[in-house]
């Protein structure tokens, strides 16, 4: 699927496992060699190199002598209500629950699914560029240089066009050198939308853009200028400009998005900001964008012998860089790539919290990239006023609950009730705070956010639940994403596991967190309704069921009655031979009934799984299929099998991201893990390091992976051996590793290590580093 540039795969893996020892104490700049390239023509948005600064996006495209770079800003969003406004309050989850009691499925469906089906809420596109250049022009290649984020356009000629996304400020910059082009023309999206009918378009779930209702866009032009001002929905307006600086070497583009979000008048904002960036040129500009980019990559790095998966590694840590930044919108479905044909984008670019936002958001933890992820926490504790509402008005609780599919606001946009409207989906939106306190060890940001937020999520989920007849705690309303669709079948008897394990995760990462805090009485109550939730349901073999009645029997995406495993860690092979009969038997089960129905994502998330419980081979075989099947040739997960192979009934091709993220996190289950083996001790972690790798993966390395505690993790691999490792401590007190080193005693750089068990333990201070070498 990849070709790196001039270099033949035997050559790649021969050289990586060359420079393993001498790189792997020093987090490295992504290789050239591993950059994406794209030889021409590419005729589809969704194929197109992908550039961002997290506040805007643009994908570059084109064949012969025509480029495209499609436009795109993450705040662009039309939050019209379809149908009812704020239906939410009157068709509430408890008279919800009462009807589906009385088994009025179809009017439950027509109050929680509606509201989905009108055209807004939405993402919106931003138009496009078009480059013509001169007939004698023909383009050669795209290329993603992805050390310094640039966009690099080839022609068979030699004349070249350079672009960066500015990571320091909100323009991008273009420059063409070697030809001047002979029309540079912006689009409206609307304007696209047309062009798309005449047959100029590509594949997208999305409904047309006409449908949409806005007046034409207002277009203008100047000498050197062009831009056009969008008249949206509930007062929105925004503005696409560029400008261009000619001399005899150089054509100078330089273009930014405005909205009324930034100013009262966005073109004049827009204008200054253009002129303000040719003022400078290309190369001012550029020198503080490559001095971020540069301190992007020296936070952490790997290397492994597998030329497609380092491959698809490098770039998802550059789409964290490219399209999720502080104080900028967090990644929906499709980041900062809206669909450019006409349409609006799959599944309305929207923020999906039954899977999709939580496992673009779990990759970042261990790889460093703690301001990139803090977009989405920022994101949702800013919007915990209106979740304060949704709570009371709609579930009748006290504290917060974000929606299961949400908007840029925050409000609900239906769909399926089941799960767009399961209270849990919140639980598992909090694990990712206690996440992120986890691996950065950042007590400020627990006592000041992680805990607060979650503990507002938790007092909703108490005020959900009720006592049995056998006193465990039950939800009115039960399900287990996406099992059964929207059927009937759907509703599950409470709890279902998927409820079960979510709900108990949330109250036993409160227990650590107010332990943390020294909120002895409030952990005491956390305790004790994780305990009252009762255990999981299995069958007598051990496999997890979807709830206490009810098995899984055909092949399905979402890992969901299994999530207890991964990521959620509360059944795992440590804690005894009860639960290695758990995984046993729920893995056996689950690849009896194949994979026909899976989606990318599930190849990821199980590659993450298999690795969570040792499963070196499974992890890769998961991760290999996902890699060489389920992602276009620039890199994008697109949900259903591209080579027709068989892997999955699926072959559509809507593309979202979380399926990248999943893969990069499997990559990381495999070379090193932190987890505690019984969730709510703090600081119970254990670090394995090299936890699950195949054999083909014999040489290996990687460098400032962290650990839960804030420790930087480094280590070396060769011919299937742990050769040495570094760790430098987060925070003071006791390190665990697990002694995984095949009889191999370390020789240790303190005397302080002592062996308990089957782990080696040492107290260290803040910042201070242990080294370990084996021979």
Known sequence: MFKPKLFKTSFLI????????????????????YNLVLKAPVRTWDEALP?????????????????????????????????????????????????????????????WDEAYNGVSPTKLPAGRIEFK?????????????????????????????????????????????????DAIQLFSPMEVYRKTVKGDGGPSSGGSVSKLGYPEAIKGKSANAEWY??????????????????????????LSITSTADSKDPLALARQRCALALNKGYQAMRKPHVKWWTDFWKKSSVQVPDTA?????????????????????PMPLQGVWTADNGTLPPWKGDYHNDLNTQMTYMAYQQSGRYDEGASYLNFLWDRRDFFRDFARDFYGTKGLACPGVMSYSGQ??????????????????????????????????????????????????????????????????????????????????PNSNYDLMSLKMLFLSLKEMAAQMGKTAEAKKWGAAAIALGDFHTKGDGTLLLDAKHELTQSHRHLSNIIGIYPFNLINNERGKADEKVIEASLKNWDKLGSRSWVGYTFSWMSCLKARVGDGEGAVKNLDIFVKAFILRNGFHVNGDQTKSGYSGFTYRPFTLEGNFLAAQALHEMLMQSWSATPGDPHTGLIRIFAAMPKKWADASFTDLRAEGGHLVSAIRKNNKTISFRITAGRTGQLRIKDNFNGIEPVWNVKSVAKVGEAYEVTLNKGQTLKATLN
Request: proline share 5%.
């Open 51 to 111: 550039l961002g600064n997290g506040l805007m996006g643009g994908l570059l495209w084109g064949e012969k002598n025509n480029i495209k770079l499609s436009l795109d800003r993450g705040d662009l969003w039309d939050e019209r209500t379809h149908g009812e406004k704020e239906w939410w309050k009157k068709y509430t989850y408890h008279k919800g629950a009462a009807l589906i009691a009385q088994q009025e499925y179809d009017t439950v469906n027509s109050w």
């Open 229 to 254: 001002i969008q008249e949206a929905a509930e007062g929105l307006k925004y503005c696409v400009y560029i400008e261009r600086k000619k001399s005899n070497k150089e054509t100078l583009i330089a």
């Open 14 to 33: 021969l050289n990586v496992c060359i420079g393993l020892s001498a790189n792997a104490q020093q987090a490295a700049l992504p290789e050239p060699a």
């Open 412 to 493: 609900p946009l239906g769909g399926w009730g089941q799960y767009s409207m399961s209270p849990t989906m919140s639980a598992w939106s909090a694990h990712l705070f206690y996440l992120h306190w986890l691996y950065t060890a950042d007590d400020n940001f627990l006592k000041e956010k992680a805990y607060p937020w979650s503990s507002e999520v938790g007092e909703c989920m108490l005020g959900l639940l009720q006592k049995d007849s056998n006193c465990l705690l039950k939800l009115p309303l039960s399900s287990s994403p996406e099992i059964f669709d929207n059927s009937p079948k759907a509703w599950l008897e």
């Open 309 to 329: 998966v380092q491959k698809q590694y490098n770039l998802v840590q550059y789409f964290y860089g490219a399209a999720s930044r502080l104080n900028a919108p």
């Open 133 to 181: 250049f001169p007939e004698g022009e023909v383009l050669k290649n795209f290329e993603l240089l992805e050390a310094t984020a640039e966009g690099l356009v080839r022609f068979n000629s030699r004349v070249e066009m350079h672009a960066f996304y500015s990571a320091k400020d909100p323009v991008a910059m273009l420059s063409i050198k070697g030809v001047v082009p």
